[in-house]
């Protein structure tokens, strides 16, 4: 075998995570969310329906949701649209039960946009829906995912996901928080997390209000991981990343980076 199949065999069996680019042309600049996880899970809806590899989002079965802001779900009703195909497969959208009933009333209600909810049948549907429980793992396309609170504006659920060899944490938008880190503390094979960094000080006072991380918390956050966890920075306000990236690189944090949207991660 060659050098080269030996990293490739390598590299598959690695979890590949990436966060998809939000801008046009395609920047560092990140106005929505979607990590996508093995080509197969994706991680909030922001930008996935807007991936122009069509054949990529026709590969995504399941679709995790944190809360239901804006930034999160954008794209969802395009995603789902744009993979459907008659029959009775189709995307499963898993989300805390208050999130799928906002969906339903306030997206899919036949106004924001067609009621994909009531226009499925068992031989012919359009996405299915599982609610997600607090600490309740369910295992999705060779992963465990894991939901846990965290703390933001509205309730939303921070993710764990497991392979069993590695394990990524996705707090989504928080504040200052507690149940996560406990329980990141209890998973050795912890790598990495993708920990959110919305506010540079000047503007700590709406952080706080919003349910987010300014630079005068993040770093308190990041103090609450197992040594030796990469921590990547996302979810800089666009107006205010430059700033945001000079006070977390002035903090002088072992092990942190900014994220770089479309760049695969292997954990």
């Known amino acids: 075998m060659t050098r080269g199949a030996i990293r490739a065999a390598w590299s598959s069996r690695l979890m590949r995570i990436e966060l998809l680019p939000s801008s046009i ?18 991680i909030d809806a922001g930008a ?11 590969r995504i079965r399941h679709v995790f949701l944190t809360h239901e802001h804006l930034d999160h779900i954008a794209s ?5 649209e744009n993979v459907y195909s008659p029959g009775p497969d189709c995307v499963e959208v898993l989300a805390a039960a208050d999130v799928l009933e906002f969906l339903h009333g306030d997206v899919f209600n036949g106004r924001v946009w067609p009621d994909f909810l009531q226009l499925s049948s068992p031989e012919n549907a359009f996405l299915r829906t599982t609610v997600l429980e607090s600490m309740v793992p369910v295992q999705r396309a060779g992963l465990t995912v894991t939901p846990v ?7 939303t659920l921070g993710l764990v996901v497991d392979d069993g060899v590695s394990a990524v944490a996705f707090p989504s938008d928080t504040g200052p928080t507690e149940d996560l880190w406990r329980h990141l503390a209890t998973i050795p094979h912890l790598r990495a997390v993708f920990l959110e960094a919305s506010f540079p000080s000047t503007h700590s006072d709406l952080a706080t ?10 770093g308190a956050e990041v103090a609450k991981l197992p040594a030796g966890v990469r921590t990547i920075v996302v979810h800089r306000k666009a ?12 903090l002088g944090l072992p092990g942190v980076e900014m994220v770089q949207p479309g760049k695969v991660y292997l954990f």
């Not at 107006?239 to 002035?250: H, K, L, M, S, Y």
């Open 149 to 155: 609170p965290v703390s933001h504006g509205v309730d």
């Open 25 to 42: 042309p395609a920047a560092d600049t990140q106005y929505l969310v979607s990590f996508l996880v093995n080509d197969a899970v994706v």
């Open 48 to 58: 996935i329906g807007l991936l122009a590899d069509l054949e990529r989002q026709q």
């Open 239 to 250: 107006r205010f990343a430059a700033q945001i990236a000079r006070e977390i690189d002035e």
């Open 209 to 218: 209000l919003t349910g987010h991380l300014s630079t005068r918390t993040f």
């Open 76 to 80: 969802l009703p395009i995603f789902l």
